[in-house]
Every structure is written in C-alpha cells, then in structure tokens.
C-alpha cells in the first residue's frame, strides 16, 4: 500500500461554481495518472482568513484564488511574488512545507505564453499596444506587456478615472485616451487587447467602431464565451493576427499544477474541448 499523501489543491471562490479549474486539473490529473485531487470550495466572506490559514494544516498543497479574494489574499499570505505584489492581486497559493502560504500572479504570464505559443515572433517590446479596460485582468496584463518590453502602452476605459489609476500605478509608457476616441489609435497599434467583459455571452459587443485595424496586428481577447468574440471574428476578417482568451486561462493554471502535483501539463485539443462544453 502507498503510504505518502495524495496532493490536494482547491479553487477558493465565492460563488466558485463558475469556475472551470476543477475541470482542468482534474483533466491533467487523469492525463498523467497521477493520485490528486482539485476541489472547488466556496468560502464564505466572514470565514475567508481562518479557513485559508487552516487549509495547509488540513493537508492542502495549494489553491488558486478567484473572484472575490484575489487582492484580499495578499494580507493573508507570508510570502508574495513581486509580479502578484506589483498587480496587487494573486490567484495561485502554494503551501510551504513550514506551514506558511506563498502568494503569486500568474495571470500575466499566461497572457503573454498564450499569444508567445501561437505567434513565436510576437513580443510587447514591439510596436504599440493598445488596451480595452481598467478593472483587475488590465492590471495583471499591464504589468506582463511591461515586464515582456512594452514601452507605449494606450489604455482607454469606460471609468477614465480606473485607468488614469493605473497610469499611476505602472508610469510613462501607459498614456489614457477617452474611451470613446480609442478607435483612432487602432491603425497605430501593433497589439490590440479587449480586458473588458465586453463579448461576453449575454453582454453586448464592445462599442468601438473596429474598421480601422490594420491587417497582421495582433488581437487577442481575455473573453472565452463564445472562443470567437465579435472582436476576434471581425479582426480575423480584416486580416488581423487573433488569439482567443481560453489559452490563457489554460497558461495561467501551469504553474501551480507543476508546483503541486510536480508534473509540467500542456495545452492540448482535448483539453480546450472539455472546457468550452
Ligand atoms: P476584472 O477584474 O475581471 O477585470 P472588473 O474589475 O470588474 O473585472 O473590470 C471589468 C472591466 O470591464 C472594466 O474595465 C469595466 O469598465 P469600468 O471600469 O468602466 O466599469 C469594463 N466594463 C464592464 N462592463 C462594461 C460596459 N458595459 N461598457 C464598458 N466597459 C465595461
């Protein structure tokens, strides 16, 4: 009989219902034929520090963090990332052998490895970008377009003010324009990035007139319901580079598997399969 511990990890949220990480773990977890488990739990607000603090005790490898407890985590945690201290959120918890709890932000970096594994060539460092959005995700892929050689970022959101925020936050090379002249600046941009919930089903389209793209400029979405936005369909026909958000969710999940469950997973069809069903 196998006498060691079987790794548990947790999605930690509230509701957690929506999330599709179970789903994934468990996919690499039968894929690799590894013992493990990856659990939702739903965590109420007034319980959320003494439960998180409770979880490595209980025999928890590590959880990731959604809604609404990414920046909350960040007091609880003993030890941070600079990259999840720098967006001021994190979603990927691992549980040290001491007992402490390790916060870090991979959502950039599976921003930035999913447009890397479908355009090699593609890096920040060229040309412009142009960002859709202010809230969290914006801030998580500021930072990676940043960190990846950016240096002129155009932001524009709904709430000028959220955006001028993090003009504050992350400095010079991000200049605000109105959200609504933002489509003057697309036949500049090199990238072009929707970090709104803007196309989502049951949302409207964003409201920016898109027939100024130019062709061969990447446009990538961080909305996966439908995989094709109404963004990504009309820069596909205009001839424009696209890349679909559900690579970067599956990026950013990566790296607290490897770390848990010590195995590297990928990308795979099968995979994007069973998480658009
Ligand atoms: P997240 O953490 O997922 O980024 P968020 O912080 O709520 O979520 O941010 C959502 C983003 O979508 C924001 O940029 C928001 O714009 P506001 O800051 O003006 O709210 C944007 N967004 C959501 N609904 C929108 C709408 N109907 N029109 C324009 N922008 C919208």
């Keep these: 009989m196998n006498t060691s511990t079987i790794p548990v990890a947790a999605v930690i949220g509230h509701p957690v219902n929506h999330s599709r990480s179970p789903r994934m773990h468990n996919f690499w977890l039968a894929h690799f034929g590894l013992e493990g488990y990856y659990i939702p739990l739903d965590i109420d607000p007034k319980k959320f520090e003494r439960s998180i603090r409770n979880l490595p005790e209980l ?13 909350k985590v960040l007091k609880i945690a003993d030890k941070i990332s600079d990259r999840a201290a720098l967006v001021g959120a994190a979603n990927t918890l691992t549980f040290l052998p001491n007992g402490g709890i390790y916060a870090d932000n991979t959502d950039g970096y599976g921003f930035l490895q999913n447009i890397k594994s479908k355009y090699k060539d593609w890096s ?3 040309g ?20 990846d050689g950016a240096s002129d970022i155009i932001l524009a959101n709904r709430t000028r003010s959220r955006a ?8 010079a090379k991000i200049k605000v324009v109105e959200w609504m002249k933002v489509q003057n600046y697309l036949s ?7 970090t709104t919930s803007l196309g989502m089903a049951g949302k409207t389209d964003l409201p920016i007139p898109l027939n ?23 820069a596909a026909k205009m001839g424009c580079r696209t890349v679909d958000g559900l690579g970067m969710l599956i990026h950013q999940a990566i790296p607290g598997f490897e770390r848990w469950f010590g195995i590297r997973p990928g990308d795979s069809q099968a995979l994007r399969e069973l998480l658009i069903k």
């Design 128 to 147: 412009i970008s142009v960002v859709f959005g202010a809230g969290g995700a914006s801030r998580a892929i500021l930072a990676a377009l940043i960190e």
């Design 124 to 126: 920040a460092r060229e």
């Design 188 to 194: 500049e941009a090199s990238t072009i990035i929707n």
């Design 212 to 234: 100024a793209l130019k062709k061969n400029t990447l446009v990538t979405d961080i909305v996966y319901t439908p995989i094709e936005t109404h963004l990504l369909a009309t």
């Design 164 to 171: 001028d925020q993090l003009r504050s936050d992350f400095g």
């Design 59 to 71: 025999g928890l490898v590590g959880a990731n963090i959604t809604i609404p407890y990414k920046e």
